[in-house]
């Protein structure tokens, strides 16, 4: 079974950047499409990045203009980079297929906090 383990939350303040990772226990990550969801407690998890096995890449509209998805096919982790936190970015952010196929991991938790 394909494992995830997602990294690099923690607490951070406003207006300062986090890097997430994640690891992906498949001989090759390209053929898969792989997004970044967060969670907020109390709700259901939300996609908000996207990366595709072709090399497209989406971000939800609200979050474009601070956060970026990339990949390493090379080392099969997955990277969320988020920039310009706020305070409503504090949730449990985790890695998956687009739809969401492999055992979900324990995710990270990113808090931001003044």
């Known amino acids: 079974q394909v494992q995830v383990v997602e990294s690099g939350g923690g607490l951070a303040h406003p207006g300062e950047s986090l890097r997430l990772s994640c690891e992906v226990s498949v001989t090759n990550l390209r053929p898969y499409t792989m997004a970044w969801y967060r969670q907020f407690p109390g709700t259901q998890r939300e996609m908000v990045a996207i990366?595709?096995?072709?090399?497209?890449?989406e971000v939800v509209d609200s979050l474009k203009d601070r956060f970026s998805i990339s990949r390493s096919n090379l080392k099969n982790t997955l990277y969320l980079q988020m920039n310009n936190l706020k305070v409503e970015d504090t949730a449990t952010y985790y890695c998956?297929?687009?739809?969401?196929?492999?055992?979900w991991g324990q995710g990270t938790q990113v808090t931001v906090s003044p």
């Open positions: 990366s595709a096995h072709d090399g497209r890449k």
């Open positions: 998956n297929t687009r739809g969401a196929s492999f055992a």
